[in-house]
């Protein structure tokens, strides 16, 4: 099938799908057609309400693997120039909602794949990794499917995720590694009384805000060799006291901590929780971590992928650990990973676009990555 080769024919397919978190529209479907007609076999997973599928072709090792999702965000107001979903080309450039983030990404991966194979069955295996649970709360995606592959002998020895990595211009940037992520909510219970008689209450506000004081002190680390300076921030102090006169009975606030690989979810709450102790008698510490830290060490198989890309670009990308959590935090967990897809600069937003050249650029470049992994 010709278009298999064209990566915007199948972006522009997969776009005028509208699998807005947690639908999907038929994208999957859609995906795991082209992917049949290339040879590979498709297990369709389904976890919860959430629409997965593994797609292999080969066998052994080397086991290479693309990972991505198909579901995009919500197209949001109507500023947009171009239906969101009509996959529109204007002066080629591609317009839609997800052409960044990232069906132009899942679109490059079977284009690659299907220039790859051209030559013959794959030396090894590859496979992709595709879920419908990125955008949204991401508990049952990529992190109930990893289980699976592990159960059926089919962790790869490397994944490379196509997430739009770059700033500005494709063959910037290729992430290693992202921060970890902690939300902790923090509710002071005191004792409720007058304002002209704080002896006879006791004051939640008083005691959160000193233990939020010792918490913001001094910095968590002062970085790593490759990760930036461990951060928190307090998002929200709340009361909801509408007298001016009431010490209130309770006090909260939430906090989110984005952290390097010398701190753990584990160790900071129990950080959190030690202060909390020294400055309030009963308190309620809720907290949710969405991901722990994780770096890729740049070896042989991460310059494979930069020399991919600064063969096609002429870039020698930067490598980096900044920015959101990703899939790749599961991932990290069975084999090593990285990111690397389009530029990122126009995702989330109204007229989310790529270039066509990009497209074409982004191709090239995993078809030379499958060539440098399965030779």
Avoid at 170 to 181: A, Q
Avoid at 213 to 221: V, Y
Avoid at 282 to 304: K, M, N
């Amino acid at each position: 099938m010709s278009e298999q080769l064209d990566p915007v024919a199948l972006a522009r397919a997969l776009i005028a799908r509208a699998s807005v978190t947690p639908e999907d529209d038929g994208a999957q479907a859609l995906l795991a057609g082209w992917l049949e007609t290339l040879g590979f076999q498709v297990t369709h997973l389904r976890f919860g309400d959430t629409p997965n599928l593994f797609a292999s072709i080969g066998a052994g090792h080397p086991h290479f693997c693309f990972a991505g999702h198909t579901d995009v965000v919500p197209p949001g107001d109507a500023s947009w120039s171009a239906p969101p979903f009509a996959a529109e080309l204007r002066a080629d450039v591609l317009i839609g909602r997800g052409a960044a983030d990232m069906k132009g990404a899942i679109a490059a991966f079977v284009a690659a794949a299907a220039r790859h194979l051209q030559a013959g069955p794959p030396k090894g295996r590859i496979s992709l990794l595709i879920t419908g649970d990125e955008e949204g709360v991401a508990t049952d995606g990529t992190v109930r499917v990893l289980p699976w592959m592990a159960e059926h002998d089919a962790i790869p020895d490397f994944c490379l995720v196509g997430e739009p990595t770059n700033p500005i211009s494709l063959g910037e940037m290729v992430k290693i590694g992202r921060r970890g992520s902690l939300n902790a909510r923090i509710t002071v219970h005191g004792t409720q009384g007058h304002a002209a008689y704080p002896q006879r209450a006791d004051n939640p506000i008083h005691r959160l805000l000193a233990a939020l004081s010792e918490m913001l002190a001094r910095p968590l680390d002062a970085g790593t060799d490759w990760f930036e300076p461990s951060n928190l921030q307090v998002t929200s102090v709340d009361v909801g006291n509408l007298a001016t006169n009431v010490i209130p009975a309770s006090a909260s606030a939430k906090l989110n901590i984005r952290f390097n690989e010398l701190h753990s979810g584990a160790s900071l709450s129990a950080w959190l929780r030690d202060i909390l102790e020294r400055h309030a008698a009963r308190f309620d510490l809720d907290i949710a971590i969405s991901g722990e830290s994780f770096i890729t060490q740049p070896d042989a198989a991460v310059a494979r992928l930069v020399a991919a890309i600064t063969a096609q670009t002429g870039r020698v990308p930067r490598l980096d650990t900044g920015g959101g959590t990703s899939d790749a935090r599961f991932i990290a967990r069975y084999c090593d990973v990285a990111e690397f897809g389009l530029v990122g600069a126009t995702m989330h937003q109204a007229d989310e676009r790529v270039p066509v050249v990009d497209l074409h650029v982004l191709t090239a470049i995993y078809r030379d990555v499958l060539a440098a992994f399965l030779p």
